[in-house]
Structures are given as C-alpha cells and as structure tokens.
C-alpha cells in the first residue's frame, strides 16, 4: 500500500491574493483539489478544482485587485510566468497590446511524495522515460518526485524553464531532494541550457519539463545519445498525437513518408508509398498519464511506434492506483511457443509443424492483424496459430485460411510467430530475418509461389489436413468466391487467384469477371487449372 503524501504551501498563494478571494478558496473547503485561480479583469474571480469550477465572488476584478497580486509575487520572466519564493505556486500573465496585465492564472504547486511509486521500477532502470498528459493532470508534480527519487542515487540536474520544479528563487523547493537546479533566463535557450547542463555539470540523469519546440527535442537527442538518462514531459494525451505533432515527433524516432519498390511493397502487401519510422526514439519508454491515478505505458516506444504506423496499435500496460493506495498493474500477456519442428522429407530447406500441445491455451498476441476463426464444425478444436508471412501477400493468406476455415493470427514480428512462411527467392538469400528464425527454431515453410494455392496447401499441412476440405462441392460455393474475388480487385487489389476448378466452373468464373469489365486468364494445367481475375492494364 502506498500512501501519498501532499505539500502545497497553500497559504503562501492565498497570501498575495484578494482578502475576498482568499476567504473565498478557504471557505470552499476543497483545497487538495484546487487547481487554479482565474482573475481577469472585467470578469469575476473563479476558482477551477479537479471536477467543477466554482464563483469567488460576485464583484468585477478591477485592475486594483491585479496590482495587489503582481506586488507580492516575483519578477514576470519573458515566457510571463512569476512565482512565489520558496514554494511550487505559479502565475502567469495574460497581458494586452500595450503591455499590460489584464489577466492571472494563479496555478497551485504541490509537492506529492510517493507519486512515482507507480513507475518506480521504470525510473531506476536507467531508461528515458517520457510522460505525456492533458495540462493539470499532474506531469509536474510527477516529474519532480522522479527528480527526487533519482537523485538518491544518481547525479541529476534539472533544467528548470519557468521554476514550476524547483520553484521560485534561488533556492531550490525541498522536494527535489538533492538534485541540482539550472534555471533558465528566456524560454527560447532552454535547448542551450540542456546542453550546457550535460557539458559542464557531468550529469547521469537530466530532469525537463514541458518540451515543445523543435530545438529542444533535438537537443534531447543529443542528450541522449551521450548516454544520460533522460525524463521529461510534453504536451499530448497519446502516442498518436505525438506523431502528428511535426515539431515533437522527433521524440518517438519521427515519421516520413517513403516510396517502396513494386517488390517490397507486394511482399507487404500494402500500399507503395507508406509511413515509416526516421530514426531510433529519443525515449525508451512512454507514459501517458490518463488520470492522477491511472497510467498508460508504452515499454518500447520504437516496437509501438513501428506498430502505430503499420496500423495495428500495441496496447499499453496499464498501471492504476486504487483508492486503498493499491498499485495494480495489466500486462500484455506473454508470447510464448507452443508449438516443435521437423525437417521435412521431401525438401532440406522446409520446416513445417510437428504438432500441438492442446493443453496450452495460445494467448492473445501483442500485434494482431487478422484473426479468423474455423468455419467448420470439424474444425472448431483447432488451435489459433500466430503466422509471420515474409514475402507472402497477407491478403492472399488471409483467403486461403478462409477458405479452409482455420484459425490464423497475422503477427507484425518474427519473434512473435509460430511459424514463419515466405518464398523460395527469399530463402535461399538467406534474409536476416530468416536466419534469426532459424536460430529461435521457429518453423520455417517455403512456397513456391506467391499463390493462393500455395498458400492453401501450406495451411492444409500446417493443421494436418487434407486438401479436400478446401474443395468446392457445389456451383454456388465456387460462385461466391468468384465474386468476393470480383469485388476485392475492384475494391484495389491488383489480382486474386481462384480455387482450382473444372471447365465449366472457369467458364463461368471467365464470364463473371467479363461482366465487371475485368480481365480473367487461366492457368496450370488439370486438375489444378485456375482462374486469375485482374485489372485490365
């Protein structure tokens, strides 16, 4: 059980305001969830708590009341934020074309120890750790308890832009233990200060708030690739707003738009021009503060990243905190190999299933693309199997596994897979990917062509079955796949390959496709002579 432990000073913010309005805050009873005081001139003073905002008082704030505050409060720095010495507290300014302050933002600071006791194993790994969260969910407030908790044990400097961590003044808030502070003079050199830090103050960890500007995130690269431990903050509630933010997506490794060959692309089986990750991320692991109470966690920010991009989303660890100071944490569950290998007899370089241990259960798989499910009653005991297809047209395995009705999961990563199928071109250049297979013992089985017909008789040995359970034993079953084939080439697929079939049924299947203004040919000889339906040019 974790207990939290809160200093906020508030007496000190209450101090520099209003006496009406400081009695006001008082009487509302609700200070651990007071958030922030508004004061804008012309309106009435509102108090904003975690879920409701509420009126102070019913009278005007007049430029009297803005004066009493400005006076008792430090100097506005250029990023219009000022402070209150020794303590956490911040006001901003909202001023008008000529200068002047028309508007407060008093925003309470608070010291919460034992708030990064749900990530405490993440901070001491060594990692950089990047958080993201909507403004006033607590970033800060998290970011300056690592700074304590780090510098129990290791050299830390925090490079503090507007003193939200340290606080006002010269002398550091308590509650970063004893981590140094380097203040920053303009908002626009925090890049150079983060720079400085690490060349003349020799720092194995460097503490940042609120990156957001393309220069700091290239410095924090920088930072990072000297080898100190970085933990900062940005704005953005998720992964996916981070990479479409062109200034900080950098963070995350950066995406850019790039051009496959016709050969890549069909071994994809995607588009030609696709989104790929630019370079390694600045930070390891990435937390999204969902709630005060509530964490969502990306372990491997380049693998999410990858798989954001690819369209299948990782999902996140998610670590809560109960009302009992409990930590729960959900895990992706474990990828684990359940299934053994043989060499085949009939070629040397084909792997295939040996069989299945039907007692274990086969998890959930971290990134999925496809699953599907038997569609016959025979088959219904059959065990999902994750299959990584290098080479292989996913579209194309996707139908002969409906064909057959078994149950196949598409995984994004090698290491993932049960077994691993690709094309005799792609074997014998003995691909990376291929030879780090072979050393894991995941099976490998090698097609001939990049055909659906291989592809089924590929399936048909995975799950030890015989060929006939993908024949078609009426008109009408050859019929409806001739037309999903239709309407996947119109739908953009270049070509879709047929079952095999008799004369009459390709007949049939060749004037279907000429009514769809397509184009049909036949191939193989019998009885594997089939029908591919394509575009015309």
Request: net charge negative; with cysteine.
């Amino acid at each position: 059980m974790t207990q939290l432990k809160i200093t906020d000073d508030l007496h000190a913010l209450l101090d520099v305001l209003p006496s009406t309005i400081a009695e006001a805050v008082t009487e509302a009873n609700h200070s651990d969830d007071l958030l922030e005081v508004i004061m804008d001139l012309g309106r009435v003073a509102t108090a904003r708590f975690v879920d409701r905002e509420i009126i102070l008082r019913d009278q005007e704030i007049t430029h009297a009341d803005l004066d009493y505050v400005v006076e008792r409060i430090g100097t506005f720095d250029a990023d219009n934020r000022a402070g209150i010495e020794r303590t956490l507290h911040r006001i901003s300014a909202i001023r008008n074309r000529r200068g002047h302050i028309v508007g407060l933002t008093c925003r309470v600071g608070r010291a919460v120890y034992g708030t990064t006791d749900i990530i405490k194993d993440l901070i001491e790994s060594g990692r950089s750790l990047l958080i993201l969260g909507r403004p006033g969910v607590g970033k800060t407030t998290m970011l300056r308890e690592a700074a304590r908790l780090l510098a129990e044990s290791k050299r830390v400097v925090i490079v503090d832009t507007s003193n939200e961590i340290g606080g006002d003044g010269d002398v550091p808030h308590p509650a970063v233990g004893r981590a140094r502070r380097m203040q920053v003079s303009a908002p626009s050199l925090q890049h150079e200060v983060m720079i400085e830090a690490v060349e003349n103050h020799n720092p194995e960890a460097i503490v940042i708030d609120e990156i957001g500007r393309e220069l700091e995130a290239a410095a924090a690269r920088t930072i990072a690739e000297r080898g100190v431990q970085l933990i900062g903050t940005a704005h953005g509630n998720t992964l996916e707003n981070l990479l479409l933010n062109p200034t900080l997506s950098d963070l995350v490794g950066g995406i850019e738009s790039v051009t496959l060959s016709d050969e890549e692309a069909r071994r994809r089986g995607t588009q030609k021009t696709v989104l790929e990750r630019r370079s390694p991320p600045t930070f390891d692991v990435l937390i999204e503060i969902q709630t005060r109470d509530r964490l969502a966690i990306q372990q491997d920010v380049a693998a999410s990243v990858d798989a954001l991009l690819r369209g299948y989303p990782l999902p996140p660890e998610i670590r809560a905190r109960d009302e009992l100071g409990n930590i729960h944490i959900e895990k992706a569950p474990p990828m684990v190999k359940t299934f053994s290998t043989r060499q085949s007899t009939q070629q040397g370089y084909r792997r295939q299933l040996n069989g299945y241990d039907n007692k274990t259960t086969p998890p959930e798989p971290e990134v999925t693309s496809l699953e599907l499910s038997p569609s016959t009653e025979n088959q219904e005991s059959l065990p999902t199997v994750k299959v990584y297809p290098y080479g292989v047209a996913r579209n194309r395995l996707s139908q002969a596994a409906r064909r057959l009705g078994v149950p196949i999961m598409l995984v994004n990563e090698s290491s993932q897979a049960d077994v691993l199928v690709t094309l005799r071109t792609y074997f014998r250049k003995r691909q990376r990917i291929i030879v780090d297979a072979e050393h894991r013992n995941t099976p490998i089985h090698v097609l001939r062509a990049n055909t659906v017909y291989q592809m089924q008789q590929f399936l048909s040995d995975l799950f030890n079955l015989s060929m006939d359970v993908a024949d078609f034993n009426d008109e009408k079953n050859y019929m409806g796949e001739t037309q999903a084939a239709i309407e996947a080439v119109l739908n953009g697929e270049r070509w879709v390959e047929l079952t095999p079939a008799n004369a009459a049924i390709r007949r049939l299947q060749h004037q279907m496709a000429r009514q769809a203004n397509l184009v049909s040919h036949s191939y193989g000889k019998e009885p594997n002579r089939r029908v591919r339906i394509f575009r015309d040019g």
